[in-house]
């Protein structure tokens, strides 16, 4: 993962104007002049050749139609864009895991289903503020990573959180929020779907939205949400899912609606006071 698809990225937003210009003309229509008494008078058009124009327009029209069904060739079906079954998006029902590791859900089943719950709540706590912790992300990666790719992941990830992206965000080198504030860094799944699924491996798109920022009034990153799609391929190591590695694109990003901007005290407020979920697909 990018620094820009991890913090404060994920929402693609762009603004454009142009101008429309031109003149238009008026066109002014005079008055007939008045009809000269001495002159010929003026001859009003046949009415019967503009019937049979019309009549003949008809015949030939009913003709062509009358051809068109007699004609050997097939109609065409114009394509349809058939959405997919109910099944593809609904819940499947089955509930969520017991187990955890680390505080991280885990034991999920060998199946379609399962990968994708398992990719649903290891994009959750891979993009929580645990991450910036060093001795809490260590934890996080050894939790959900295969023993294939751990090392090569950890590295990654201690590239992405180094100290100087967290004090340009303005957290202490714990990766803590200072006195007075709240720091932010929270994933939602929206939905997920398998891309492919063979051979004791999976590749799992989740479709997520994202807070990130700190709370407070002197705060010069406020909160903000973006929306983001996390690409996880796992590989089943003969009792859970792990991940070998993980992509990140801006979107698919909704119409902002026209919500009022809640304060930032409201926002560290319901943070701190509403839980996560253990997520099933």
Excluded at 67 to 80: E, H, I, L, R
Excluded at 102 to 127: C, D, H, K, M, R
Excluded at 257 to 273: F, L, M, Q
Aim: include cysteine.
């Amino acid at each position: 993962m990018s620094n820009d698809d991890q913090y404060g990225g994920g929402g693609a937003g762009g603004s454009g104007y142009g101008e429309i210009g031109g003149t238009g003309q008026t066109r002014t229509r005079l008055p007939d002049s008045p009809s000269d008494q001495y002159g010929p008078p003026r001859r009003t058009p046949r009415a019967s050749r503009g019937l049979v124009t019309v009549v003949g327009v008809v015949v030939l029209l009913i003709a062509a139609i009358a051809f068109a069904n007699q004609s050997g060739d097939a109609p065409s079906t114009p394509p349809t864009n058939t959405p997919p079954p109910p099944a593809s998006t609904a819940a499947t029902g089955t509930r969520p895991v017991d187990g955890k590791n680390a505080g991280i859900p885990s034991g999920f089943a060998q199946t379609e289903q399962g990968a994708q719950s398992a990719a649903s709540n290891y994009a959750v706590v891979l993009g929580s503020d645990g991450m910036f912790n060093t001795a809490r992300r260590h934890t996080i990666v050894d939790a959900v990573a295969d023993t294939s790719t751990q090392a090569k992941l950890q590295a990654g990830f201690d590239a992405d959180y180094s100290s100087g992206l967290l004090s340009q965000i303005g957290l202490t080198k714990e990766g803590l929020a200072p006195a007075g504030y709240t720091f932010v860094s929270r994933t939602v799944p929206v939905g997920s779907k398998i891309k492919s699924f063979a051979n004791g491996t999976a590749s799992v798109d989740v479709w997520c939205i994202g807070m990130f920022g700190l709370t407070g009034e002197k705060s010069t990153r406020p909160v903000t949400n973006s929306w983001f799609t996390l690409s996880l391929n796992l590989k089943w190591n003969g009792s859970d899912w792990r991940v070998l590695e993980t992509a990140q694109k801006t979107g698919p990003t909704p119409v902002t609606g026209d919500n009022p901007v809640s304060t930032s005290d409201e926002i560290g407020k319901a943070v701190t006071e509403f839980g996560g979920f253990t997520y099933a697909r």
